[in-house]
Every structure is written in C-alpha cells, then in structure tokens.
C-alpha cells in the first residue's frame, strides 16, 4: 500500500498546470486585475481603469482611513447647527483662524464639500466591489465544484492507497461520506469532486454589505437627528415642541413635524446618596417620577426614568441627565403685596450640589414710595450648610439648607433686547442694598426666614417647602436600530471571512495495471493552512474502512495484515 509523498511533484505539462488552475479557480470571489495596456488605453480604457481602482478593496480601505481621519476635527472643532455658542466664542478667540476653517468647512464637517466627495466615493466603491462579487457568488452557488485535476499529486495534501473493492463502490462511499460531512458533492467522471466552507464568501459580503448599511444609517441619523434639553421642577410639564426646550440642536434636513407627539409632568424626584465611608455623597439612585401621555388625547401613563434607563416615546428618547433644588421665594413688595411667587432652579457647582443662581422679580412691584422698579437677588444654596464654612455643601442631601441672597434693585437689562441668562444676573444697571453698616446687604436664611429690604422696599422669604428639579434630554437619532444591525452583522461577517476556510477535495478511484483499485484523495484550499490535511486525513481514514489497502504487488504477504491507515501529509512545493 502506498501512503502520502513528502516529495516535491516532478513539473507537469502545459495542459495539466491549466487543468490545476481551474480546479483552483473560484475558491474567492475577489475580482482578477489585469494589468491595462497602456499604449492602447482611450478613454473607455482609462474609464474602465478608474472603476477597477476605485472598486478595488485598497481604495475602499483608504476611503474608509480618510473618512476616519475627517470625522477627528468634527469632535475637536465646535460646529454650527449643533453649539453655535462655542461656534462665535471660537471666532472671537482665533480672529486669524476662524476664517481659515471657514474656507476649509471646519466648522460644518459633516456636510463639507470635502468630507461628502469622501463619503459618496465610499459608498460607490462598496456597492461596486459587492455586486459583481454577489453575481459571482450566486452563480458558483448554482454550479458545482469543478472536476478533479489529472495530477491530484500537485495538490497540497495528498494521499492514496490499494484496495480490492471496486472504484465504483469507491465513489459512491465517497459521495456518501462527503455529503455526510455537509461538502457539495457530485460525481465527475472517474472522480468524486466536492467543496465546503462558502460562509467564507457570504461572511465577507455580509461584511461589505453591513458596512453600506452603516453608512446609511449614520448619514440618515446626522440628516434627522435631533436632540434638546429641558429642566423640570417638580410639579410642572413639557410637552415636546420647539418652544418647550431650554436649548435644541438638530441635522439639516429635520423639521417640527418629525417631533414625537408626547408630554410629560415631574411628580417626584428622589435621589438617595452614600452617608458614609470614602464614596461618601456619591449618588446611590436617581428617579424621576413621571405621568406622561402620547398624543394629544393619550391616557395618562407612569413610569419612573432612571439613569441609563430612559422613556422611549416613538423614536425618542427621554434620559435623566441631571438634577438640583430649586427653592421656593416669595417677594413682597413695601405694601406688603406678593409680587413673586414661584420654585427658583438653582445650577449646581460640584458633587456635593453646592448651587448658584439668579431670582429676577420685573413686573408689579413698587419701591416704598411707589415707583416702579425692578428686583435682582443673586442666590447662593448649600443643601448641608456647616458653620464657618459658607463657601461649599458638606452633603448633596437636605441636612441643613442654607440660602445666601444678595438684594440689588435697578434694571435688571431684561428690556434691552438682548438674550440672558436665567441663571445669572446682569449687574451692570443695578445698585445694591446696603445695610445698617453701608455694606452690600447680604444675609443666610433658613428655611422660613425671611429678609427685610431697607427702608420699607419690601422683602423675600426662604419658604419651607424646597423643590427639587431633574434635567432632562430628549434624542431622536433615527436609523440608530440599523447601525446597530449593521455593526453586530459586520462583525459576524468579518468572523467568518477570518475563521472559515473554503476548501475542496477529490475522490478518485481507478483500476490499475494489475486489476487492483487506485484510490487517490486530494485537498485545496484558499491559503495555506493544517486545516486541509488533517480534514483530509479524517476522510481518508474513514474511507480506508470502508475499503482497506490491498499489499503491494512487491510486498511480502506476510506483513500486508500490517497495512497501516493511510496518512496525509502536505507535498512539498506544492502548488496551490
């Protein structure tokens, strides 16, 4: 019996090298590049040049470095539509630069001329390198594997021995087995021809086609995203319109219409913290307690929204983003008449909600000779005051809250036409209050205790009841259900174009000089790995059952009980 040679195949002729080719031929669906000739290339010539250039995996690998690299002063640089407040604090701190990324597109990244040219040329390359190779594919999926090469000797794994039984009980056992072990097997000729692993090719196009998808989806979503944030003090609403937001950014093609129909009211904000230890006032939970409803005559609906987990509304997403008090003032005016009423949101400054803010009183009150006027207070709260340290909270909770003011009365600058803040006062037209000493009037209340302007202007009271408030964010990102499918399936895609090897294998079986069956197996594969051999030493070695070696015509009777299994070990210089 004779085993697997580790000797090199003497050269075959002209005619079995093509007949080697085409055995190995189609184990990718890459296209073949042929290299143009240059004298006779016109303009189809260049055209046709071009395409395979721009559809070629290099390219489309380049594109997608490039696309990776302009997506970097995006994130860096500030950009009109999404903070155009950082957008004019740039050009009024860079006068010599702003222009320069003005010509360049720096500022609208995304929609530059630049970065679009790059995006459509990625686009295009993908679908021209996938449709020809999913052409390909499809139409290696209603052929069958090619026949077996007259040298199976050539093949990098390779292996044969004698048997008595008959070449046709060969191949049909053959068939069987290979069927068996999920090849596509069919009987050619003298031979069995069979192939496995094409998940390979459809892992490397689902890869191609994921990333199409991807591309879509996130130019969808940056065409009609929209995002907003919105503060809620307990006990009042939102409903989703333009007008209801504190600040919105949007893509360019999103319009009010594309809104989710929904509203919602705060009913309790509860956040608990750590009273010991070193992570002491670390937040343990944060819960916003909502009544919402969809439409304009939905029912109204509970829910309690957590960080990380938000209301989902139709494509919206509601998250709890952050949280602070907002103590409840009451105003009086010199004749006792309440002239502002209401909960004053408070930002925090650090981690223990140490928190600053403005309370503006402009309608309705009268200074003590009864012209009008306007109040300004600038506020300062410590939940968890401690005395002699007035500059910071100790604790994020409720132990001890103090409330700082500073009385200023003037004009407040709220007429002029130009944007404030809320949260800030604008002392520019304003006079303090002085106290008995001439100082700025200034004083800490607690909870009930109220603050007497002088000479009878009136006075503020630090109610008892403090609010909290909770901010939120409302994002639409479209297509984000995509993207996600598209990442998960180019993953799996890339996995198994990485994993599974496409290969073949041939059964031949012929009768010899001496009336005894030749059994001859061979293996192909892709690139070079101990995959193939060792496949096709597991083959070997169950069809060696079926039909055991049959002794060499110079072997010695004695010793052809001995037979061994016929091994599989790759031919050297073999071709592939």
Not at 549 to 564: K, R, T
Request: hydrophobic letters at 40%.
């Amino acid at each position: 019996m004779s085993n697997t040679t580790d000797k090199a195949a003497p050269a075959a002729p002209e005619g079995q090298d093509e007949e080697l080719g085409a055995a190995g031929s189609q184990l990718s669906t890459a296209p073949t590049e042929d290299a143009p000739n240059l004298p006779s290339l016109g303009v189809i010539g260049w055209a046709r040049w071009f395409w395979r250039q721009l559809t070629s995996m290099r390219v489309a690998l380049l594109l997608l470095l490039l696309l990776s690299l302009g997506a970097i002063p995006g994130s860096l640089i500030p950009q009109s539509g999404m903070d155009d407040t950082k957008v004019a604090e740039f050009r009024q701190a860079h006068e010599t630069l702003a222009p320069v990324y003005d010509k360049l597109g720096l500022f609208n990244v995304y929609s530059s001329v630049w970065f679009s040219a790059i995006y459509i040329l990625l686009f295009v390359s993908l679908i021209g390198c996938i449709v020809p190779r999913t052409w390909q594919f499809v139409g290696q999926l209603r052929g069958r594997p090619p026949g077996a090469p007259r040298r199976l000797t050539r093949l990098p794994a390779y292996t044969t021995w004698r048997t008595e039984a008959e070449p046709e009980q060969i191949r049909e056992a053959a068939l069987t087995l290979l069927k068996k072990r999920r090849f596509r097997a069919h009987l050619a000729g003298d031979a069995v021809s069979a192939e496995k692993g094409y998940l390979r090719e459809v892992g490397n196009l689902a890869f191609h086609i994921a990333l199409i998808v991807m591309l879509i989806a996130f130019a969808w979503g940056q065409l009609f995203k929209s995002e907003g944030n919105k503060l809620v003090v307990e006990g009042d609403g939102f409903s989703n319109t333009l007008t209801q937001y504190d600040d919105f950014k949007s893509g360019s093609l999103f319009s009010q219409d594309d809104l989710d129909p929904f509203s919602f009211t705060l009913k309790n904000f509860k956040g608990t913290y750590e009273a010991t230890g070193p992570n002491r006032g670390t937040p343990r939970t944060y819960e916003a307690d909502l009544t919402y409803s969809v439409g304009a005559e939905g029912k109204d609906e509970k829910t309690t929204v957590k960080v990380n987990e938000p209301l989902e509304i139709g494509d919206s997403k509601v998250y709890l983003v952050s949280h602070g008090y907002a103590p409840v003032i009451t105003v009086r005016d010199g004749r006792g008449k309440v002239v502002f009423h209401d909960a004053v949101p408070l930002l925090p400054l650090d981690g223990n909600v140490t928190s600053t803010g403005a309370v503006k009183v402009m309608d309705d009150y009268r200074d003590a000779k009864g012209k009008w006027d306007q109040l300004g207070f600038q506020a300062f709260f410590l939940p968890s005051y401690v005395k002699g340290n007035e500059l910071s909270s100790q604790f994020p909770a409720l132990l001890n809250p103090v409330l700082n003011l500073e009385a200023y009365h003037g004009d407040l600058g709220v007429n002029a036409g130009l944007p404030q803040s809320v949260y800030q006062l604008n002392k520019k037209n304003l006079k303090g209050f002085k106290d008995s000493k001439g100082a700025q009037l200034r004083e800490n209340l607690n909870p009930g205790e109220t603050m007497k302007l002088p000479n009878g202007a009136g006075s503020i009271t630090f109610e008892k009841g403090i609010k909290e408030w909770a901010g939120f964010q409302v994002a639409r990102q479209p297509a984000s259900g995509w993207a996600l499918a598209g990442s998960l399936a180019a993953i799996f895609g890339l996995a198994a174009s990485l994993f599974i090897q496409r290969r073949r294998v041939w059964v031949r079986a012929t009768t010899g000089t001496d009336g005894v069956t030749v059994v001859e197996m061979a293996g192909l594969g892709r690139s070079e790995s101990a995959k193939v051999p060792e496949e096709l030493g597991d083959l070997a070695g169950i069809l060696y059952e079926q039909a055991p070696g049959a002794p060499d015509p110079d072997d010695d009777p004695a010793d052809s009980e001995a037979s061994p299994d016929p091994q599989v070990v790759p031919a050297e210089g073999a071709e592939k």
